[in-house]
């Protein structure tokens, strides 16, 4: 089983920062397309930023100068910097691992943005 272990969410007030961690086993973190979904109650899964073909970054439009994807190769890490957090950010935020067919999902940490 592989396991995705997510790190980082809480709580932050409109406006603030978080940084949220993935760490990955080496053979997954080094093969496979890392990412970030996010899905709020009552909406579905979302992208929000992932890794591509040729190291190339995709974001959701909505987080787009807000929030960065990173990777930290030496400790099979993925991070999401978030920026300028907004009330309709608020979600649980999974970590994906892809490499079609195959996909692999974190268990979810929970992004609260409130004042």
């Known amino acids: 089983q592989v396991q995705l272990v997510e790190s980082g969410g809480g709580l932050v007030q409109p406006g603030g920062s978080l940084r949220l961690s993935c760490a990955a086993p080496?053979?997954?973190?080094?093969?496979?397309?890392m990412g970030w979904y996010r899905q709020a109650p009552g909406k579905q899964r979302q992208l929000v930023a992932t890794?591509?073909?040729?190291?190339?970054?995709n974001y959701a439009t909505s987080v787009k100068g807000r929030f960065t994807i990173s990777r930290d190769n030496a400790k099979n890490t993925v991070h999401l910097q978030m920026n300028s957090l907004k009330p309709e950010d608020a979600a649980v935020y999974y970590c994906?691992?892809?490499?079609?067919?195959?996909?692999?999902w974190g268990q979810g940490t929970q992004v609260t943005v409130s004042s």
């Open positions: 890794f591509s073909s040729g190291g190339r970054t």
């Open positions: 994906n691992a892809h490499w079609p067919p195959y996909e692999y």
């Open positions: 080496e053979n997954i973190f080094s093969r496979y397309f």
